[in-house]
């Protein structure tokens, strides 16, 4: 088991999302650091991938800034164990199967557990089909964390039974970015994952305002928060470290 749980152990969590490389390498170690100081208790980074089919178009065009900037996994890995000398939170990549596929499956999650990353999430990875990955992921004490999606329905109960890490219910039908508003019935979701784990789970997609972080945050364990955040980068550049640490410093301060 990795170091997850520590996530959520002071109360409720507040999760960024930042996709590494966008600007570049050393202002994404500014922002992670940032984010920490303002209160993040895990943060997501994300690999980029050419094909990030769950992503809305921020998050699209963070992926092809930082690839076009030249970022690699390998350049991720080295940039990750750097972090770990001072960022002691979780840490959890955010990235798709084929990331993982061509890297090398076994070369891939053994030097997540080298460098430090507690847990990956896959979400073009169906929850049948986890096995490509799971077995490899235990024996390196990393985990592979499971979504829940409106569309999960009947499959609640067994992905809650077998989840790891924590469970990433989706918010909302679509690709990520912000939404005005939220309709999904979260709460019977959350009830059934409540009936067959004590894993924690927080809720990600669509959440930008401090309204609904709050809201989230009364049924959830944690909120998770990507294209808010990866809009002020896009619109500040190297100069976004303060405005990200700002407003992850509301966000979280909203939940209490």
């Known amino acids: 088991m990795s170091n997850i749980k520590s996530a ?5 969590a507040f999760i960024p999302f930042i996709t590494c490389g966008d600007p570049d390498l ?25 094909d990030p089919t769950a ?10 800034r ?20 001072d960022v002691k939170i979780p840490l959890v990549f955010m990235t798709y199967a084929n990331v993982v596929f061509s890297y090398g499956a ?3 999650i053994f030097a997540c557990k080298e460098i430090g990353i507690d847990g990956i999430i896959l979400p073009d990875l169906p929850f049948e089909e986890k096995e490509e990955f799971q077995p490899l992921c235990r024996q390196n004490g990393v985990d592979l964390i499971s979504l829940i999606a409106p569309t999960s ?6 992905i809650a039974k077998e989840a790891e890490g924590f ?14 508003e939220i309709t999904t019935d979260l709460s019977s979701i959350i009830k059934v994952v409540r009936e067959n784990t004590d894993i924690p789970c927080a809720i990600g997609f669509g959440i930008s305002t401090l309204e609904q972080a709050k809201k989230m945050a009364a049924m959830a364990d944690g909120v998770i928060v990507g ?27 909203a939940m209490v």
Do not use: C, W
């Open 66 to 85: 930082a690839l076009a900037g030249g970022v690699t996994t390998d350049k991720i890995f080295d940039f990750v164990k750097e972090l770990r000398k």
């Open 106 to 108: 076994e070369k891939f």
């Open 8 to 12: 959520f152990e002071k109360g409720k």
């Open 26 to 50: 050393e202002t994404t170690g500014k922002l992670v650091r940032a984010a920490v100081e303002n209160g993040a208790d895990l943060i997501e980074l994300g690999i980029p991938f050419s």
């Open 55 to 64: 992503e809305g178009p921020v998050i699209q065009s963070a992926n092809i």
């Open 167 to 180: 469970l990433y219910i989706v918010s909302s039908l679509g690709v990520t970015g912000t939404r005005s």
């Open 153 to 158: 329905k009947q499959r609640i109960a067994k």
């Open 227 to 253: 294209s808010a955040i990866i809009k002020l980068i896009e619109k500040h550049g190297i100069d976004s470290i303060n405005a990200v640490g700002k407003y992850v410093k509301g966000m979280k301060e």
